[in-house]
């Protein structure tokens, strides 16, 4: 049997969509392709973006922000020592870029202007931290991208 030309181009047209459709449907259904939306609640947190703002700028003005630590024990986060501990609230926010299943929130329990997370609870690689707090009626923001 002879293929002429318009055969041969109609072949080429299948075999080009089958390839395409197999790697569209292999992205779909394969886990290891999942990449999702930076958070589940984007738009939500595009509104609330002036409020954080806000909040940073407050905390920039502060003479003396947060800081952070890496020991043994986990990453310690030290609150500024000038604001008494029992009136500081809030929650310090841990976001991994590269898998949204790791991401957790804590409460702010302050030991001596102090905060733990506990290194179980992080794997190496790059977090970004978030500690959104109040105190005396002000809201504060400190946001920081680190690498374990």
Sequence with gaps: MKINWGTGVVIAFIAFISFIMYFVISMNINDKYDHDLVTDDYYKQELEFQNDIDKERNANSLKENITWIKQDSG???N????????????KVILYRPSNKNFDFELPIKLDNHSLLIPKDKLLEGRWNIKVDWSY???NYLYKKEITL
């Design 79 to 90: 609150f500024p020592k000038s604001i008494p501990a029992n009136d500081i609230n809030g």
């Design 75 to 77: 990453i310690v986060l």
């Design 136 to 138: 005396s009626g002000k």
